[in-house]
């Protein structure tokens, strides 16, 4: 079974600096990538996604995530953050066993300070 | 279009009380699934359901059924809640594509579980 680790738990950053949140995920098949927020008493919302060709994927709000296969890494950025980016985010994984389900990461709270 | 609806949004119980989460989707997702959300440990799936009439277990399903009768509702229900049951439950629903899910999961907007 895949699994996936997020080693930031808390960032905290000023308006303008830039972010890399990490994830690592733990598979030997097929997998496909995801990226969720979850802004502060909302639901879930995909940010990005990575099915397959060019590694390097963009997502909304400015969002960018580059899959490592070589690493088995999916690493979030974005150049210059903004207070309004203040959420969790979730690294999420499936694996193509036939039935994909997801499996997340414990998530990193995001505290972007004005 | 409203998406993923979850009701109750919240709801207190006593230890040994039952109830049910009701989750509904207008989109016409095959799949459904609930998760919990508890602070440090992300979101575990719980149950899932593939299509109408099936059920599956997720990674934590002990203490939960769910039902899925009718292809837009995923009812989780706990016969006899335990404070270790204390939540925040999300429903999800996605499409099939071509060759499986494509894993796009589209959320309700939680219902948060507490029980005393």
């Known amino acids: 079974a895949q699994s996936v680790s997020q080693h930031n738990h808390h960032v905290i950053l000023s308006e303008a600096a830039s972010l890399e949140l990490g994830c690592n995920y733990s598979y030997g098949g097929t997998v496909n990538l995801f990226w969720y927020v979850q802004y502060p008493g909302q639901h879930l919302q995909l940010l990005l996604k990575y099915f397959s060709g060019d590694p390097l994927v963009k997502g909304i709000k400015g969002f960018e995530a580059e899959f490592i296969k070589s690493k088995f890494s999916f690493n979030l950025r974005k150049p210059s953050v903004q207070w309004s980016d203040t959420a969790e985010y979730f690294c999420a994984v499936g694996a193509w066993t036939g039935f994909q389900k997801l499996v997340f990461g414990t998530g990193t709270r995001l505290l972007v300070s004005p | 279009n409203a998406g993923v609806t979850q009701t109750p949004k919240f709801r207190v119980l006593k230890t040994g009380q039952s109830m049910t989460l009701l989750c509904a989707q207008d989109?016409?997702?095959?799949?459904m699934y609930w998760y919990r959300q508890d602070p440090g440990m992300g979101l575990r799936l719980i149950h899932y359901?593939?299509?109408?009439?099936?059920?599956a277990k997720g990674e934590v399903p002990d203490g939960y059924n769910v039902s899925r009768l009718k292809k837009q509702n995923f009812l989780l229900g706990l016969e006899s809640a335990a404070p270790s049951q204390t939540s925040v439950y999300f429903c999800?629903?996605?499409?099939?594509?071509?060759?499986?899910?494509?894993?796009?999961?589209?959320f309700g907007e939680g219902s948060r579980l507490t029980v005393l």
């Open positions: 999800a629903s996605s499409y099939a594509g071509t060759s499986g899910p494509t894993g796009e999961l589209f």
């Open positions: 989109m016409n997702h095959e799949y």
């Open positions: 359901s593939v299509g109408e009439g099936t059920t």
